[in-house]
C-alpha cells in the first residue's frame, strides 16, 4: 500500500503574477525575495538588489516600475537610494513608497513637496504621521486639495499656527483658487525661513541638502561679511580665526565668530559645536571668507574623514554669499521673510557697548575675551 503524507503543505508566499517579460519577472521576483528577507540571506543577487534595482529600473515599463515599488514600500530596511529613486518616479509607481515608506527621511519629504505634483503631495498626506516641518511644506504649496487632505487627517497633530492658516483659508480664500491646486508645483521658494532652518537643525544629512537646495532659489540677503566690516583688514580675519583654532582658545574663536557674523554668541557656539560641519560652512561663506582659511578651519574644527570635508568644501564653493547669508540669519532666529524687507546683520554690540572699531585693541576678528563664553570641545584635526 502507497505511504500517505500527513504533514501539512508548507505556506507559500503570494508572488507577482508573471509579465512574460524576462527582464521584468527577474526584477519582480528579486524585490519579492528582497523584502522577504531579514537580513540574514547571503545570496549575492540579495546582497546587491539594490544597486541591481537602480540599474534595471529605467529599462523596465511603468506597470513593472509599480509592482516594484508597491513590492519594497514596507521594507524596513529599504536603501534610502532605492527609496529616492521609486518616490521620485511617476505617481504610480511613487504612490506606495510615499504613503509608507519609512525610508524617507523628513528632508526627503520636504523636496518632493518642493519639487513634485500634487498627486505626489497628496500621497505624502495620507502617511500615518507628517513632522511639522514636512505640514508647513505642503501649507506653502496654498493648494485646496492638499489643505484638504492636510485637515482631514492630521489636524490633531498641526501646532496652533497651522491649524490658523488652514482656518483662515477656509474662511477667505476666493473661490477661483482651487483650481490652482492641479496646476504645476510651486517653486520651493515659497516654504518659510523659519521651516527651512528647523529642518537645517535637525543634524539630518539629507535635510540640510535639501535646504540649501532650496535656498539656492530664494532671494540672496546678505549680511555684512568681513570686506565690509573689517574692510583693508579683512584678510587678516580669516588667518586669525585659524590660528585660534589650532591654539584651541575656544571662547575666543566662539567670541570671534559672533561679531564677525554678527550673531548671538550662543548660536556661533553651536554653529562651531556641531559634528557635521554644514553650519560651519553656511557661516564661512555668509562671511566671504577666503578658500584658504575656509579650508583650514574645516580641516580644524569637523571631526569627519577626508572625503566629508572634501564635500564640505565643495558646499562652500558652491553656495552663493548672499543666500548663504539668509540662511544664517534664520538659523540665528532671525528670518528674513518675518521681518520688515530684508535684514542685514551688522555685528553692532547691544546694550550701549561702543563698538569696538577694526584695527583698535585686539587684532581684527579676535574680541575680548569673556568669562560667559560658554565653551564647546574642538575637534582634533
Not at 62 to 88: E, F, K, N
Not at 162 to 178: F, M, W, Y
Not at 357 to 365: D, F, I, K, S, T
Request: proline share 7%.
Amino acid at each position: 500500500m502507497a505511504r500517505q503524507h500527513t504533514s501539512e503543505p508548507r505556506p507559500t508566499r503570494h508572488r507577482q503574477p508573471k509579465t512574460g517579460n524576462a527582464r521584468a519577472d527577474t526584477l519582480i521576483g528579486l524585490a519579492e525575495d528582497f523584502a522577504a528577507n531579514s537580513g540574514r540571506e547571503t545570496r549575492p543577487e540579495l546582497r546587491h538588489f539594490p544597486a541591481i534595482a537602480l540599474a534595471m529600473l529605467p529599462y523596465v515599463d511603468l506597470r513593472t516600475r509599480a509592482l516594484v515599488a508597491q513590492v519594497l514600500a514596507d521594507s524596513p530596511h529599504l536603501p534610502q537610494a532605492l527609496a529616492h529613486a521609486l518616490a521620485d518616479d511617476a505617481i504610480e509607481v511613487a504612490q506606495d513608497v510615499l504613503e509608507r515608506c519609512e525610508s524617507l527621511s523628513e528632508g526627503d519629504l520636504v523636496r518632493i513637496v518642493s519639487d513634485h505634483s500634487l498627486a505626489h503631495c497628496l500621497a505624502i498626506c495620507r502617511r500615518e504621521s507628517l513632522p511639522a516641518t514636512v505640514i508647513d511644506a505642503l501649507l506653502a504649496r496654498g493648494d485646496a486639495d492638499t489643505d484638504a487632505a492636510l485637515e482631514r487627517t492630521h489636524r490633531a497633530a498641526m501646532e496652533p499656527d497651522q491649524i490658523s492658516t488652514l482656518e483662515a483659508r477656509r474662511a477667505g480664500k476666493p473661490s477661483g483658487q482651487d483650481a490652482r491646486a492641479h496646476a504645476a508645483p510651486r517653486a520651493a521658494t515659497v516654504l518659510p525661513d523659519k521651516t527651512l532652518a528647523q529642518l537645517f537643525w535637525t543634524g539630518d544629512a539629507d535635510a540640510r541638502q535639501a535646504v540649501l537646495a532650496v535656498m539656492a532659489r530664494k532671494p540672496a540677503a546678505a549680511i555684512h561679511g568681513l570686506a565690509q566690516k573689517f574692510g583693508p583688514l579683512a584678510p587678516k580675519v580669516g588667518p586669525a580665526l585659524v590660528q585660534l583654532a589650532r591654539a584651541r582658545r575656544v571662547e575666543d574663536l566662539i567670541a570671534a565668530l559672533a561679531r564677525a557674523a554678527g550673531v548671538p554668541r550662543a548660536h556661533a557656539a553651536r554653529i562651531l559645536a556641531d559634528p557635521a560641519g554644514e553650519p560651519l560652512v553656511v557661516a564661512l561663506a555668509a562671511l566671504g571668507t577666503e578658500g584658504d582659511a575656509a579650508k583650514a578651519l574645516v580641516n580644524l574644527l569637523v571631526p569627519q574623514d577626508a572625503a566629508v570635508r572634501e564635500r564640505l568644501l565643495q558646499d562652500f564653493a558652491a553656495l552663493d554669499k548672499g543666500r548663504a547669508g539668509r540662511l544664517l540669519q534664520a538659523m540665528c532666529g532671525k528670518p528674513c521673510d518675518t521681518q520688515t524687507g530684508l535684514q542685514r546683520h551688522d555685528g553692532t554690540v547691544a546694550q550701549g557697548q561702543r563698538q569696538q572699531q577694526p584695527g583698535q585693541g585686539r587684532a581684527a576678528g579676535v574680541p575680548m575675551r569673556r568669562k560667559t563664553d560658554q565653551a564647546v570641545p574642538l575637534h582634533a584635526s
